[in-house]
């Protein structure tokens, strides 16, 4: 058994199918295979069902991957150990960030650390959050930046800040002159434009506005979502005149004023909560602690610091 057979099977339980495991693993398909096959025998097992379209995991290969992910992922622990320790600080930082966070926290973040650690490149990716809890499970990200609440196995998280949700409406809205907080009756007539399915951030509004959603359909106007879309996105359509929509206030900035007007919600106004999480078995202690403590430098509109709370 090599770590590589452990690598090929990983890569054929993600991608059902053995020559785009290959394809992932940079092998040929026959070398995939043979590895596989030899696997198989040596533990007198089969792993996977073939065939002919694509290929089932057996209920023993599936907890063999499980365990197979867990050694290759404190392979690459062991690397990086060793790096730590001759005082390599050198090796890239992979980092995840939901879609409604990156854009806004990442340009501030990036150069605060890169002041104290100069020579780790960050390989960035904006996904939803069960994408990102899946790559941070398996290795494939080191930490990811998202919204609260995230329950996982073997991660812990730390609590950055509290952010709260505002009204943004046309400046052509009738309510754009009013110089007090909106009430929920003021916009419950209205085409409220939302994030698509997957974002956590629209199932955070319509938590928070349970009433408005209900009776937004049933005032016989057709709900506006946009699956696939960001708020960059909707702050335009919103500009346009498409309809209002509710904002996370550290996406708001001095730039909006030409859009758009933002309107104070009524209290109890709704908030979230943003933390960064990592694996508890992540071994790069120092890049870990310059990381979180460059993210409680940076100074976000509106939001209010938290890092006293780990969670």
């Not at 926290?105 to 605060?112: N, R, W």
């Not at 996904?127 to 990102?132: A, G, I, K, P, R």
């Not at 960064?276 to 460059?294: D, G, M, N, V």
Request: glycine share 4%; proline share 6%; with cysteine.
């Amino acid at each position: 058994m090599t770590l590589n057979e452990l690598k090929y099977i990983i890569a054929v339980a993600k991608e059902r199918h053995f020559r785009k495991a290959s394809e992932t693993c940079f092998v040929s398909q026959p070398t995939l295979s043979v590895a596989i096959k030899k696997l198989e025998e040596e533990l007198g097992v089969i792993l996977f069902e073939r065939r002919k379209q694509d290929v089932l995991v057996t209920p023993v290969g599936k907890k063999i991957i499980q365990i197979a992910e867990e050694i290759i992922e404190r392979s690459q622990d062991i690397k990086q150990i060793a790096k730590t320790e001759l005082g390599e600080l050198t090796s890239e930082l992979k980092i995840g960030a939901i879609h409604t966070i990156g854009p806004y926290l990442l340009p501030k973040l990036i150069p605060t650390f890169h002041q104290k650690v100069p020579n780790v490149p960050l390989i960035i990716e904006e996904n939803y959050t069960h994408v990102l809890a899946e790559k941070l499970q398996t290795g494939e990200l080191d930490m990811v930046i998202l919204s609260l609440p995230f329950d996982e196995p073997n991660i812990e998280t730390f609590e950055l800040y509290e952010e709260p949700f505002k009204l943004i409406i046309p400046k052509q809205h009738p309510l754009s002159e009013s110089t007090q907080e909106i009430f929920l009756k003021k916009i419950e007539n209205e085409t409220i434009l939302l994030l698509g399915a997957g974002h956590c951030f629209r199932d955070q509004v319509v938590e928070a506005f349970p009433n408005l959603m209900h009776l937004n359909y049933q005032s016989d106007r057709l709900q506006k979502t946009f699956e696939g879309s960001s708020l960059e996105t909707i702050r335009y359509m919103v500009a346009s005149g498409a309809g209002i929509s509710i904002f996370p206030c550290s996406s708001l900035s001095e730039r909006d004023e030409a859009l758009f007007t933002v309107k104070e919600l009524n209290p109890p106004v709704p908030t979230r909560k943003v933390a960064l999480a990592w694996r508890k078995s992540f071994p790069r202690k120092e890049i870990l602690e310059r990381f979180k403590q460059s993210l409680l430098e940076i100074k976000l509109n509106c939001t209010i610091q938290t890092n006293s709370s780990k969670v």
